[in-house]
């Protein structure tokens, strides 16, 4: 069984564009996140919920906007796609402050 | 603030050779410190953690590390590296009560026949 999961794992989309990803875990962690990993490999965090309310958001533009409809999905909605948002998108979950598990990620990719 | 510096961006190996991956941090608090791999085209899997106790970690894979908090380091060791280890590494760390783990910027390992 998958612990982290996340959908889709492809995304290829025009500028402009508004699309989600999708972000499951069964591992009964209270803590989700989203990460994004750029061109060069680095990794940055972008939001954290803790229990469905968010406790971490990281100076990310206004169009990215995640929702939690429970502790175990956590997904990301961005709205008017640009070139720079092309990157590796990372979901994780975590027992309070314990080990982050990852998930596969979503390449997305702005065209 | 935490922050995470990987030594090497680099670090090719033959074989069977002995690894050491360089990771320096900065916390004013005290700190959890770990070490993931990303195998390409793959997310991230822990390879081992501190969090307090012994300042030797044996994590998975034979991997290890040193928590030294005088110098401020948590180097990543293997002592015969495998063809399979080819990855990027990432060291990460979390103060205190923080939620969020900041990390370094990956040090990729080759390992060459």
């Known amino acids: 069984d998958t612990a982290v999961s996340q959908t889709p794992k492809y995304l290829v989309t025009q500028m402009g564009n508004d699309k989600s990803i999708k972000c499951e875990q069964n591992l009964g962690h209270d803590t989700m996140y989203w990460y994004k990993q750029d061109s060069k490999k680095f990794l940055k965090i972008m939001f954290s919920?803790?229990?469905?309310?968010?406790?971490i958001n990281e100076t990310v533009p206004n169009r990215f906007s995640p929702k939690s409809p429970d502790k175990a999905h956590l997904n990301l909605h961005i709205n008017s796609l640009e070139l720079g948002d092309s990157a590796v998108y990372f979901c994780?979950?975590?027992?309070?402050?314990?080990?982050?598990?990852f998930g596969p990620g979503t390449r997305l990719t702005v065209t | 603030a935490q922050s995470v510096t990987q030594l090497d961006s680099q670090v090719p190996v033959f074989e069977e050779a002995p690894v050491e991956l360089r990771c320096n941090y900065s916390s004013s608090v005290s700190v959890y410190l770990f070490w993931y791999v990303q195998y390409p085209n793959q997310g991230l899997q822990l390879l081992l953690k501190?969090?307090?106790?012994?300042?030797l970690v044996k994590g998975i894979n034979g991997f290890e590390a040193e928590f030294n908090k005088s110098q401020t380091s948590f180097h990543l060791r293997k002592p015969s590296v495998h063809i399979s280890d080819t990855a990027e590494y990432f060291c990460?760390?979390?103060?205190?009560?923080?939620?969020?783990?900041?990390f370094g910027q990956g040090t990729r390992l080759t390992i060459n026949p």
């Open positions: 501190y969090l307090s106790g012994s300042t």
């Open positions: 919920y803790n229990n469905k309310e968010l406790i």
């Open positions: 990460a760390v979390r103060g205190g009560g923080a939620q969020k783990l900041v």
């Open positions: 994780a979950s975590s027992q309070e402050t314990g080990s982050p598990y």
